[in-house]
């Protein structure tokens, strides 16, 4: 049990929709990361919110944007949907410790038809 | 560029036999290093992590790592692998800014 929740599990949208996937981190946790998993493959960083500002990006088209709130939760939005873009999102979260470990959800599966 | 490479796609063991994952990393220093393991459909759980000091890290579900700076290598193992843990493995590290850098994943199949 990680204190990171994430909703919804499943969903299912068609190519050109726009999706929203909602994440809810642990108190305290000022860091929040968002990473794609493909189906077969490991998770890749999509990018990262420090006390609501973006701090950092992955390799992912402008289409892929969040938002991060001042209750811990946090939103990912993708538009313009693809068909590649059927993964599994996981949302992570992190202290301000100076380890930088992550806490993770149990994501939310996308699938794009 | 930093990188984690898993170089064994597919393990199969029999249960009670010992396991050992492979993980080798590129980093320009010694990075931050996770095992994670995941079950079908399920969101990624913590086994171990190594931040720095003892070498051999002891994590849950009887599994451990050694961290070998001259190898480039964190491989996890585990002295008799039960049945359930059957699964995907993946080794993570980070240089300290979040941003994790996983491995591609070892599907581990378990023969009864």
């Known amino acids: 049990e990680t204190g990171v929740t994430q909703s919804p599990t499943h969903l299912i949208k068609t190519r050109g929709q726009q999706v929203t996937l909602r994440c809810s981190s642990q108190?305290?946790?000022?860091?929040v990361s968002w990473y794609q998993q493909a189906l077969g493959q490991g998770p890749q960083f999509i990018f990262q919110?420090?006390?609501?500002?973006?701090?950092g990006r992955g390799n992912f088209p402008p289409r892929f944007s969040g938002l991060q709130f001042p209750n811990y939760s946090s939103e990912l939005n993708v538009n313009a949907l693809e068909l590649d873009d059927s993964a599994l999102y996981l949302c992570?979260?992190?202290?301000?410790?100076?380890?930088?470990?992550?806490?993770f959800g149990e994501g939310s599966r996308l699938t794009v038809l | 560029a930093q990188s984690v490479t898993q170089p064994d796609i597919h393990i199969t063991v029999s249960e009670g036999a010992s396991l050992e994952l492979r993980c080798n990393y590129s980093y320009g220093a010694t990075p931050y290093l996770f095992w994670y393991v995941q079950s079908p459909g399920q969101g990624l759980q913590l086994l171990l992590k190594y931040f720095s000091g003892d070498t051999l890290v002891q994590g849950i579900k009887g599994f451990e790592a050694e961290f070998k700076r001259s190898q480039s290598s964190f491989n996890l193992r585990k002295p008799s692998v039960h049945w359930s843990d059957a699964a995907e493995y993946f080794c993570?590290?980070?240089?300290?800014?979040?941003?994790?850098?996983f491995g591609t994943g070892t599907r581990l199949k378990v023969l009864a």
């Open positions: 992570a979260s992190g202290g301000d410790g100076s380890t930088g470990e992550l806490f």
């Open positions: 108190s305290g946790h000022n860091t």
């Open positions: 919110y420090y006390r609501e500002e973006e701090n």
């Open positions: 993570a590290a980070h240089s300290g800014t979040y941003k994790y850098i």
